[in-house]
T-cell receptor, first 113, second 113 residues
């Protein structure tokens, strides 16, 4: 069956450390993988998109890797801050059609001072 | 840029009544909008794809006669939950497509008593 798996347990880290979140998927062949941030009671906010032919993408303190062989993406936040505390969602999208997104359940990150 | 609004942000209604939720792209035109539903601690589940000037495409298991979607202009899509029941209580989120990206609204919390 098709699945997108993110660690359901909350990730607790100390301020200043690097947070690493994992997204694994099975029985999908996405053209794109996206990461979103969602705060409680709010809609998701787009962070980064990586294409199937890209290995790594960076944006400020954020880095995403995409391994289509392992069917895995890693999302890193360096020099983490308490303001980074939120739920992070990965989403797959596919070429053609309307580019609809299939979301994982998200991982909650808590950065402690 | 790329701001999407939803109205109302929350609504409480009695069982059996209908509720309309609006989704607007404020600073861009969107031929395609999407409607999602999110239950607590779960992922966003795509309900339907809304295309301006044509019928919406519903995901498997979503009743099109219960969740009426109208996309009458390039900046507005509406979702009407007809004859709402307590099990329809959820967080409803829309998004508007621009290029390969989707921009999400802030969500509407529906509670059916």
């Amino acid at each position: 069956s098709q699945k997108i798996e993110q660690n359901s347990e909350a990730l607790n880290i100390q301020e200043g450390k690097t947070a690493t979140l994992t997204c694994n998927y099975t029985n999908y062949s996405p053209a794109y993988l996206q990461w979103y941030r969602q705060d409680p009671g709010r809609g998701p906010v787009f962070l980064l998109l990586i294409r199937e032919n890209e290995k790594e993408k960076r944006k400020e303190r954020l880095k995403v890797t995409f391994d289509t062989t392992l069917k895995q993406s890693l999302f890193h936040i360096t020099a983490s801050q308490p303001a980074d505390s939120a739920t992070y969602l990965c989403a797959l999208s596919f070429s053609g059609g309307y580019n609809k997104l299939i979301f994982g359940a998200g991982t909650r990150l808590a950065v402690h001072p | 840029g790329a701001v999407v609004s939803q109205h109302p942000s929350w609504v409480i209604c009695k069982s059996g009544t209908s509720v309309k939720i609006e989704c607007r792209s404020l600073d861009f035109q969107a031929t395609t909008m999407f409607w999602y539903r999110q239950f607590p601690k779960q992922s966003l589940m795509l309900m339907a794809t809304s295309n301006e000037g044509s019928k919406a495409t519903y995901e498997q298991g979503v009743e099109k006669d219960k969740f009426l979607i109208n996309h009458a202009s390039l900046t507005l899509s509406t979702l009407t939950v007809t004859s709402a029941h307590p099990e329809d209580s959820s967080f409803y989120i829309c998004s508007a497509k621009q290029g390969n990206e989707q921009f999400f609204g802030p969500g509407t919390r529906l509670t059916v008593l």
